[in-house]
């Protein structure tokens, strides 16, 4: 629905209507009465001549007020903690602050959803803070976004809010680059003055010291008083210790000025920098962190609210605990992505429940170039690049080509990131001039490769896979198609006709030193150490007033200054390869998550097998751990209640979440496997363990009383712990698969708490009516005379090896449901996901007894009629020399508050030669 068109009527139903008025959403539908009738048409013209709202029929009303409906309807916010007590309200007054900041995303052409998302996160946020800590001591929360997905936007929306309700003094904490804080603070500041014609007047205080001279530092002459003055201040401040320093002393300067602040402290990035890195058993900690501490406890201002805002919370939540730390103690939220956001989960998929990617824009790097690439890197050898750099470059060039021949006008842009190490970076521009110059000198004979892949690419990922993939889009009529190939070309060979640092060339310098941008490819290195004479070599975008004619386009080589907080713009094309293994570092690097208007069928990502696989496993973690703040937040536990679960759980660590400075409360602190839910999805083509794991499985259920047969199901009620701890202990995991490994240590566990944990359910899951498969003498798989048949899997073949299979998903939902006696509803029986499942278990007085699912399942010898049946192409027959043996294993979760014992510690081990410690190559710059 276009909010610009229908403006009028939803500030109507949304101020008048449902704020003032107090009218339910049904009255609301029916203020007009039926469609058709004179009377009802007369109440719309009444309204319309009045300039209230601008439509002509009842249907409108309708259709309009039935999608704001449904937006209300989804737009719960997902939050841990108790809301303070405070009288904020959500503005209504057409100049406030926050009304302003609402039209101007509505301008923007937000979608309606996300514009009612960042309302209802505002307030719900703006609950848990307090105009007066003097006595409380500060508050402090996370809120929980997504890489690239507009988390500037909700900081500004909360800003507005609070502004409108007291807060008087903002300090926004914006990383540790000074160009991306220009870049915040900028854009801060533009966001306050969208209109310039509000209640309120904001003054931004840049850089604020005891030693300035600048007359806007005069601190005794702020005007902080609430009741009086409509002045709003804000500072962003780069997380910098001699910064830090000055803000405060500055801020501290005059005790009845800072008395009078309402101070809200918003860390942006709060993961980077903020977080303790010293050992937190010592006394002093790290530079910045003890910065903000100081700032953040001190009682010298009326109030201090501090607000964590990252991507990446899990140092945030594994570091420290204490009282005094920055742990968020009152309220953590989840800000929940808009329908047009494409991330993790969009590009990668998730293992369980298993999704497949629902954009199919990833490409692979082999193990050969990825060596080239290394080897190109190190100057051992003078290689060509690789050829699926050469071909991330041809895509790239045909998608400046196509996005100019649409009449796009934004920058459009590549990234190359294979290298943290900076003396790289300028190797590989070098090799990606010298490529693109080969192009041009070879165009007739190049532009054949690049038809071909243009050709597949259009194939492989078409315009309406996408909107099949993307449901509910917002807008799905401006998403464009792919050009023509003659429209390619034409533009391709244009682009080639460009000489000297017209075709390629950093960004040039104009008369008065202002940067000068061309109709070529612009080639940055965005690094701390990139300078050249006469030439912007760092990537600096243009603006409306020096944009250049056609699209302007950037190639841009780098590392960690791209990894985190820098948007580019129109990202296209991407060649990543990277070595390390840390989950926050990883993800923050995806710079191709986020939003994609104007060119939604273009991007496209090369990755080498190993990064993707990461990828994959981070798509998981952070859809988990998205699931358990819902899943605590509904069943009442605070942050200081979830922080144990968090800290402690085991399915944490296929890769390092963090570095291990950031995680000291996780590193020996001891695993908590309550809540533990997991299958194991990969087998070793081991004959010895396979043979053991089906003995083992068939000696242990033959060992149980006589079960109760339900159809497919055998069923064992009251299983003494003892005994499912001696199959389990005799049981062999593939060392690969990371969560269900853990079973030493959860077996230490459970002996903890056995008297918590005294029985087991136990369910046998086969194929077909147990009771028409007897066994006979020669079955050699007999489980109390019957012989039930195997389940059939397929192994995924990008998460296969010769040795390894994964098989992605093992258990069927409705399995987890199998040993309730009680008769369950159709739409209980159909739950599919883990969350619904856990609430029909304690519906049902189950909550509390932990679950073991047996499978059997064929080696995978498939039938051509089976084979037949594959769906997916990334599925084939498993093909093992023996059956398999799975388990799933859910453990009672924490939902009724029960104290399990938590001493153990993890014992997961990583190939740790394979990466490098990156962390000293960190370019933290002033």
């Avoid at 009612?116 to 003097?134: G, P």
């Avoid at 061309?518 to 290195?525: A, D, V, Y």
Wanted: glycine share 4%; charged share 25%.
């Amino acid at each position: 629905m276009d909010a610009i068109k229908y403006e009028r009527e939803i500030e109507y139903i949304e101020t008048t209507l449902r704020e003032k008025e107090k009218l339910s959403w049904e009255e609301i539908r029916n203020k007009f009465g039926n469609s058709g009738t004179e009377e009802s048409q007369m109440k719309i013209n009444v309204l319309k001549d009045m300039s209230v709202i601008n439509i002509s029929s009842v249907e409108e009303w309708v259709e309009i007020v039935d999608y704001l409906m449904s937006i209300d309807k989804n737009s719960r916010v997902v939050k841990l903690g108790e809301a303070t007590k405070n009288n904020v309200k959500i503005p209504t007054e057409k100049y406030s602050a926050w009304k302003l900041y609402e039209n101007s995303l509505r301008n923007k052409k937000w979608s309606l959803k996300s514009i009612a998302s960042i309302k209802q996160t505002s307030f719900q946020i703006l609950q848990h803070l307090s105009t007066d800590t003097s006595e409380t001591g500060a508050v402090k929360g996370l809120v929980i976004g997504n890489v690239q997905s507009g988390k500037t936007a909700n900081m500004a929306g909360l800003m507005a809010m609070a502004a409108d309700n007291g807060f008087n003094y903002f300090i926004v904490l914006s990383g540790v680059i000074e160009n991306l804080r220009q870049q915040t603070s900028t854009r801060l500041f533009n966001d306050m003055n969208s209109s310039g014609r509000g209640n309120l007047h904001w003054i931004q205080v840049d850089k604020p010291s005891l030693s300035s001279s600048n007359p806007g530092h005069q601190l005794e002459k702020f005007q902080l008083d609430v009741e009086k003055s409509k002045n709003r201040y804000f500072t962003v401040s780069l997380k910098n210790k001699s910064r830090l320093q000055s803000l405060i002393k500055w801020l501290k300067s005059d005790p009845n000025k800072a008395k009078q602040m309402k101070i809200l402290i918003i860390d942006d990035e709060a993961d980077q920098a903020s977080i303790n890195t010293k050992n937190i058993e010592e006394e002093t900690n790290s530079a910045i962190n003890e910065q903000l501490l100081d700032l953040v406890n001190s009682k010298v201002f009326g109030s201090v609210n501090y607000i964590a805002y990252t991507a990446t919370p899990f140092a945030n939540i594994l570091n420290e605990t204490s009282k005094e730390s920055l742990y968020p103690k009152d309220f953590i939220t989840l800000l929940e992505p808009s329908e047009d956001y494409m991330g993790p989960k969009e590009i990668f998929g998730i293992e369980s429940p298993e999704t497949h990617p629902k954009i199919n824009i990833i490409r692979e790097i082999t193990n050969e170039d990825k060596i080239d690439v290394e080897e190109l890197q190190q100057g051992e050898n003078c290689t060509d690049l690789p050829q699926s750099f050469k071909d991330s470059i041809h895509w790239y060039l045909i998608t400046v080509a196509g996005m100019r021949a649409l009449n796009y006008k934004k920058p459009i842009t590549m990234l190359v990131h294979t290298s943290f190490k900076i003396s790289h970076h300028q190797i590989i521009a070098k090799k990606i001039e010298e490529y693109l110059i080969e192009i041009k000198n070879n165009f007739s004979k190049i532009i054949k490769d690049i038809k071909v892949l243009y050709e597949n690419e259009i194939i492989d990922f078409k315009k309406n896979t996408f909107i099949e993939a993307m449901k509910g889009y917002s807008t799905i009529e401006e998403i464009p198609d792919y050009p023509s190939w003659e429209e390619i070309e034409r533009y391709l060979i244009r682009l080639v006709r460009y000489d000297g640092k017209e075709y390629v060339s950093h960004i040039l310098l104009g008369e008065e030193g202002e940067p000068k941008y061309h109709n070529g490819i612009h080639l940055t290195i965005d690094n701390s150490k990139s300078k050249a004479d006469n030439q912007i070599v760092r990537l600096v975008y243009p603006t409306g007033k020096n944009m250049p004619t056609h699209a302007p386009a950037f190639i841009v080589v780098g590392g960690n200054t791209l990894s985190r907080g820098l948007t580019l713009e129109g990202l296209t094309s991407t060649y990543f390869l990277r070595t390390t293994n840390q989950a926050d570092t990883l993800l923050q690097m995806a710079r191709w998550f986020g939003y994609r208007k104007g060119y939604e069928i273009f991007p496209r990502v090369w990755l080498d097998v190993s990064a993707n696989q990461r990828f994959e496993f981070i798509s998981q973690i952070n859809e988990e751990l998205r699931r358990e703040i819902k899943n605590y937040e509904e069943n009442g536990l605070t942050p200081l209640e979830y922080a144990p679960k968090v800290k402690q759980s085991p399915d944490r660590k296929l890769i390092r979440i963090t570095s291990s400075n950031k995680s000291q409360s996780a590193e020996e602190t001891d695993f908590n496997f309550a809540g533990f839910n997991s299958q194991t999805i990969y087998f070793e083509r081991n004959e010895i363990d396979l043979q053991n794991n089906l003995s083992q499985a068939k000696k242990f259920m033959n060992s149980l009383k006589t079960p109760k047969i339900n159809n497919s199901k055998m069923i064992w009620n009251n299983v003494p712990s003892e005994a499912v701890k001696e199959f389990l202990e005799n049981y062999k995991v593939c060392n690969m698969d990371i969560k269900m490994s853990n079973l030493p240590n959860l077996l230490n566990w459970l002996e903890e708490n056995e008297n918590k944990l005294p029985s087991w359910n136990v369910i046998y899951s086969s194929v077909g009516e147990i009771k028409n498969q007897k066994a006979t003498e020669e079955d050699s798989w007999n489980i109390h005379g019957y012989s039930p048949k195997a389940s059939k899997r397929t192994q995924l073949k990008n998460r296969s090896t010769e040795e390894i299979s994964n098989i992605g998903v093992l258990r069927v939902p409705s399995d987890l449901l199998s040993d309730i006696d009680e008769e369950l509803t159709q739409e209980e029986k159909g739950s599919a996901k883990v969350e619904d499942i856990q609430k029909i278990r304690e519906k049902y007085g189950y909550a509390n007894i932990p679950q073991l699912i047996i499978y059997k399942v064929d080696k995978g010898t498939l039938s051509k009629e089976e084979l037949a049946t594959i769906k997916s192409k990334n599925r084939e027959p498993l093909n093992f020399t023996h059956d398999i043996i799975g388990l799933n294993i859910m453990i009672p979760g924490e939902t009724r508050k029960t104290q399990f014992s938590t001493y153990v510690s993890a014992n997961i081990k990583i190939a740790e030669n394979q990466f490098i410690d990156e962390s000293k190559y960190l370019e933290e710059e002033e």
